[in-house]
């Protein structure tokens, strides 16, 4: 539980300017993307930033036009979608939240097959799922393709964010010894980006 936390706390550190911004922000206030993936981090914590994140997810949507960050909002609505999952009591609505968010993430992964972070948002919602949903296929296929992928987006993400991934991918996935010598040289370098 306390690398899920130090994973999510990192997604707090990514910043990515929002092309919406219909008025200036406050200085040091969170735009665009660090601020969903802040209410995301939020959400983990508590049921009540669910509605808030999904929220400004939609605000965000309605205003970009650029195709990756809005395939990177879709996969936040499957991400909160699943923590409604998670906080959940009444079991038959835990698994209709469960299936609804895995679907929205598997269709978008489907498009998008190369997109790390929609990638790393359904590899933590799954790592940790029971093994009886049956979501080991998927766990698998996310460390493989981010063990492919993350030595070459090294610069899309701040590098607190970027080593606490490439961290969680070397010590539970299953890289070959030629991704795993390119991620750390990876990990290496980016210690210098900080």
Known sequence: MKRIAILLSALLLMVFADSAGAQAPMPGARTGLAQVRHLYYE?????????????EVERQRAHTRDAHARA?????????????????VWPPDRLRHT???????????????????????????????????????????????????????????????????????????????EQRAALEASLHASLGDA
Request: proline share 7%; glycine share 8%; net charge positive.
């Open 43 to 55: 959400a983990v914590q508590s049921e009540g930033a669910i509605p808030r994140g999904l929220a």
């Open 72 to 88: 990177t909002l879709t996969a936040y609505v499957g991400a909160f979608t699943l923590l409604r999952a998670k906080h959940g």
């Open 99 to 177: 299936r609804r968010g895995l679907a929205t993430l598997d269709s978008l992964i489907t498009e998008h097959p190369d997109h790390a972070e929609a990638r790393y948002l359904r590899l933590m919602s799954c790592y940790y799922l029971p093994r009886i949903l049956g979501r080991g296929w998927s766990v698998r296929d996310d460390f493989a393709a981010l063990s492919r992928l993350l030595p070459a987006v090294r610069g899309d993400y701040p590098p607190d964010l970027y080593q606490a991934i490439v961290r969680f991918v070397l010590e539970n996935g299953q890289p070959s010894p």
